[in-house]
């Protein structure tokens, strides 16, 4: 369901239910002639879709604004739209408080922008990160006091770490693609890979006429084909299936 249409007692089943609430991450960044600039936004809310067709989940209206940079292009009537890293977490944190506050326990958030080395990280996973940490620590300080870690009640903690009740579990990041789990899927920036899941997903997003010659990193999408991107969407599926519960 998505966020912004659901009814209180429905927000309340959620949370009985501990449905993965989830937040679609990304930027609005050049991605070639050929393509929308919303591109890293779209894949995420475009699979999620699919997802929320055969379970329960909470999806949360998306996060565009995130730290695009002007790596690719700078911004000049091209459309990347960056918001600097530190920035976003005070933002953050303040809105995934706001989701603890709820009692929502089960939070997770996507991002596709950045994340070929999401172990490392990348600024605006990092600093969604960073928020996530600071606001569980908030949480958990205004509602069980200082020392609630020291506390005799936490004594399986370490037992625990892998489960849910682990309050460092209650948000959680994730990748769009996990490179390993696909399967030779590319992973680029409005080349094939990206072009291909595109078609698929909002075909509306791209013109192929618009290909253009000279950047290096579009080269590939004349070889996009909504088949492709529909093989790209099933391996993100698969392993989304995994990640969120
Ligand atoms: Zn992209």
Redesign the pocket.
Known sequence: MRYEMMLPHQIRTAIDGRWPVVLPLGVLEY?GEHMAVG??TLAVTGVLARLEQERDLVILPPFYYGAASYAVEPPERMGSLHVDAEALAPFAKAMFLGLLRIGFRNIHFII??QTENFSAGMPTDLAFKFAARQAIFAFLEKERGEGWWGAESMANYYAQQSSGDDPFNWIKAHPLMIPSKMEGYPFD??GQG?TSLMMDLYPEAVDCARIADGKWYTGSARDASRDFGERGRNLILAQLREAIR
Request: proline share 0%.
């Open positions: 991605h591109m890293d596709h922008h920036h409005a990206e």
